[in-house]
């Protein structure tokens, strides 16, 4: 390995003999002062592809030594981790990793993704009191690896990933996690459940993978704890455990499965041993007439029994829905603004196949840095969507993942747009879908309006319907209570002269090639790219400073490396200073 000494010459400075490695493949740097916290880009440009300094605090009080740095793509592999050196400072050529990153420095990680090489310099970011005033709200984990807030933050409300902060110098100090006390609920009794003091094995391996359990699981996990007692067994006719007594007590029993935000006034008629433990979860167990009960479990023999009947002749694991409904209604202008694109609209599909797509399954879903807790052949009610617009019944259904909503724990994706080729509507603020989906009878959940168990993690065998609608909880915009300024009714509503505009690809659909147009009402920044249907960037078609005006861009439907995309729906989106826009263009082969 060749090794060489450099002279660096800091005016003003001592000169510094500092040792490097010469061989980019190397682990990181080690040195003994290079100007920690200083930009690394100022003076050197080729001869790194990522630099930093990691300090105890975000205000650079004292570097620190020894914290592990990590680079984490969108699958959640770690293509380059290193240690930082006694000054604090680490640093990398990665000629073989352009792309974008989720970065860590300890046991933080950056909640933006990070382009490689353009932000390949830390310091001239993360600086002592942030690089500018707006902060990242508390509860955004991350965001899309395209940092587009305008899938929740619809129009008029877009938000632009250019107005983020950094909360101050990279800081390497160790987080302490949050002690988790989740609830076990028996009639007055009150059980406390720490996750991380009890090792869990599911009972219900079929369903969740390695290190994930049921909220059947916590609560025979409880009782072995606190020694009340608890009888139960597994029923072959109903693909689920039952209760048979607690403390002697033959019930009947069910429960109530309550995450963070939900209260116990909600029944249900789901499988407890399939109802995926998240933390802050409370299991409330009461008794129930001998009528509901036998009702349930009337409905969970009689769907294993259609279910049991589908595995024998489909191989591939589908399942087939008698009936899924939309009945997707925006208020007046408070839900449907203008310019948002939110049509009413009413469609029913009968006899929808389902199979399974594999979003929250482990090893198989395409987010890595998302929890997977399923096995495979899991279905969900978000694969009878996905299922649809397989089919093309749908051309739309867009979800974002959310770690927290309203300041509770979620960590679920939530279905974002809805549409096909005459309609589109699309969540935002406190306005969206849910659902409702049950076997002999409606879902028994009381308050249809509020959804408490996410459709990638309700795990489904057979249902005769699924009925998806739309709610209205507050405003359609997140931090605001009112509508912009001049926002009025969406019939006859025209832009004014100075507003910006994504218009409508031409041809499309499209074999060869098609042209984009947009105008701006002001000179400034613009990016457009196309994505595919799971968000991913597939090529870059402008970016840069453009002239107020009109302006067209021609894409010939290749990605960013010249191969042809494969025929399919794709999205292209405009980002400026005024926001962001998204419009659909189709490929035909």
């Known amino acids: 390995m060749s090794r060489g000494k450099w002279l660096v010459l800091v005016p003003g400075l001592l000169s510094l003999f500092v040792t490097v490695r010469a061989d980019p493949w190397d682990d990181p740097v080690r040195v003994l002062h290079h100007r920690s916290g200083r930009d690394c880009g100022v003076c050197h440009d080729t001869t790194f ?10 205000q650079g009080s004292q570097e620190m030594a020894g914290v592990q740095a990590t680079l984490i793509d969108s699958l959640g592999a770690q293509p380059w981790t290193g240690v930082t050196d006694s000054v604090g400072n680490f640093w990398r050529y990665l000629p073989e990793l352009p792309g974008k990153y989720l970065p860590r420095a300890g046991s933080l990680r950056s909640r933006s993704w990070h382009a490689l090489p353009g932000l390949k310099s830390c310091n001239a970011c993360h600086i002592v009191g942030g690089n500018s005033e707006r902060m990242f709200p508390s509860d955004h984990t991350f965001i899309n690896t395209e940092n587009d807030c305008s899938g929740c933050h619809h129009y008029p409300r877009a938000e632009s990933y250019a107005l983020l902060s950094t909360p101050g110098r990279l800081n390497g100090t160790p987080v302490t996690p949050p002690v988790v006390r989740d609830r076990v609920i028996i009639g007055s009794n009150t059980f406390y459940f720490a996750p991380d003091s ?14 994930y359990y049921s909220l059947y699981d916590v609560l025979l996990s409880t009782s072995q704890k606190y020694g009340f007692a608890l009888a139960s067994h597994y029923d072959t006719t109903l ?9 002697g007590n033959p019930g009947p029993w069910w429960f109530h499965g309550i ?3 939900g209260s116990t006034s909600e029944n249900n008629n789901q499988r407890m041993d399939a109802w995926l433990y998240k933390p802050h979860s409370t299991v409330a167990m009461y008794t129930v007439s001998t009528v509901l009960r036998d009702s349930i479990i009337r409905e969970f023999r009689d769907e294993i029994t259609t279910w049991k009947y589908y595995r024998s002749i489909y191989p591939d694991g ?14 007046d202008y408070h839900g449907n603004p203008p310019e948002s694109d939110r049509d009413a609209w009413d469609r029913t599909f009968s006899d929808v196949m389902v199979l399974p797509h594999h979003v929250r399954t482990t090893g198989r879903a395409p987010w890595g840095i998302i929890p997977a807790p399923f096995q495979p052949g899991v279905i969900t009610s978000l694969d009878v969507l996905l299922s649809l617009r397989d089919q093309g019944l749908l051309n739309w259904v867009e979800f974002a993942w959310f770690e927290k909503i309203n300041h509770n724990f979620l960590q679920d994706f939530y279905v974002q747009a809805v549409g096909a080729d005459t309609f589109y509507t699309h969540a935002s603020g406190s306005q969206g879908f849910t659902y409702t989906t049950g076997y002999n009878a409606d879902n028994q959940q009381p308050n ?15 249902t005769d319907f699924e009925a998806w609608q739309w709610t209205e909880l507050g405003p359609p915009y997140y931090g605001d209570d009112s509508l912009p300024s001049g926002a009025g009714q969406r019939d006859g509503h025209t832009p004014s002269p100075g507003a910006s505009a994504l218009l ?3 041809p499309n659909p499209f074999r060869e090639g098609t042209v984009i147009r947009f105008s701006l009402p002001r000179a400034g920044r613009i990016r457009l790219a196309v994505h595919n249907l799971l968000g991913q960037e597939v090529c870059e078609l402008a970016s840069g400073f453009r002239v107020a005006g009109a302006h067209e861009v021609p894409w010939d439907g290749r990605d960013a490396l010249g191969r042809e995309v494969p025929a399919g729906i794709y999205f292209y989106r405009l980002t400026m200073s005024q926001g962001v826009v998204t419009r659909k263009l189709m490929i035909l082969r």
Request: hydrophobic content about 40%; overall charge positive.
């Open 49 to 58: 592809s990522l630099a930093g300094t990691v300090y105890n605090d975000y």
């Open 198 to 211: 009890v090792a869990i094995t599911t009972a219900r391996p079929d369903i969740f993978a390695p290190g």
């Open 239 to 247: 693909y689920t455990h039952v209760i048979d007594a607690i403390n």
């Open 259 to 261: 995450y963070q935000g």
């Open 318 to 331: 589908r399942t087939y829905i008698p009936r899924v409904t939309f009945r997707v209604h925006p208020s």
């Open 448 to 462: 249809q309006r509020i959804l408490h168990v996410h459709p990638d993690i309700h795990q489904i065998y057979v």
């Open 504 to 506: 409508l690809n031409a």
